[in-house]
């Protein structure tokens, strides 16, 4: 069975709390029940985390090297500035399927450019929380996911 980590980097523990504009409506832990129904139905196991701090991420990552053979990263904020992050995923072999809530590339200069994107296998982005249900769907196809 394939084993996939699923990380959520910084304040998307806020969600559906605060700017639903952007965000939309729908929690964490309601993201967090659709990833289940999804894993379930597709045969996978998934592990399901959220953390506010980039060496937390840092050591996650690290971790799925023994616990897990995909990684589903939202980095949040992170995705702009953690390099810490960028080599931990570099060191992972397995697939890494970058996901965000929004489209960023239709957004400001400042949520834009994903330094995380260069060591993603793949990335998903503007599908709302349904990305993470993509990318669940995505690895199960997937022969080396
Ligand atoms: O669209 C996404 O999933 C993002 O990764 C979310 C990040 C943002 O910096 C990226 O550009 C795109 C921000 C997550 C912050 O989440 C909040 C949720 C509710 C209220 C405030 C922040």
Do not use: W
């Not at 994107?117 to 199960?140: D, E, K, N, R």
């Amino acid at each position: 069975m394939k084993r996939v980590m699923i990380l959520n980097g910084p304040n998307l523990n806020l969600l559906g709390v605060r700017e639903p504009h952007i965000y939309g409506t729908t929690t964490l832990a309601e993201i967090k029940d659709a990833c289940e129904r999804a894993a379930a139905a597709r045969g996978l196991t998934i592990a399901f985390h959220q953390s506010n701090h980039e060496g937390e991420l840092v050591d996650l990552i690290q971790s799925a090297r023994e616990s897990a053979d995909a990684i589903v990263i939202n980095p949040a904020g992170y995705s702009f500035t953690s390099i810490a992050m960028v080599d931990a995923i570099k060191a992972f072999d397995g697939t890494v399927l970058e996901v965000h809530i929004s489209n960023i590339h239709a957004r400001d200069e400042l949520h834009r450019h994903s330094k995380i994107s260069h060591a993603a296998t793949g990335v998903i982005c503007g599908l709302g929380p349904y990305g993470y249900v993509a990318a669940l769907h995505a690895l199960a196809e997937m022969k080396n996911g």
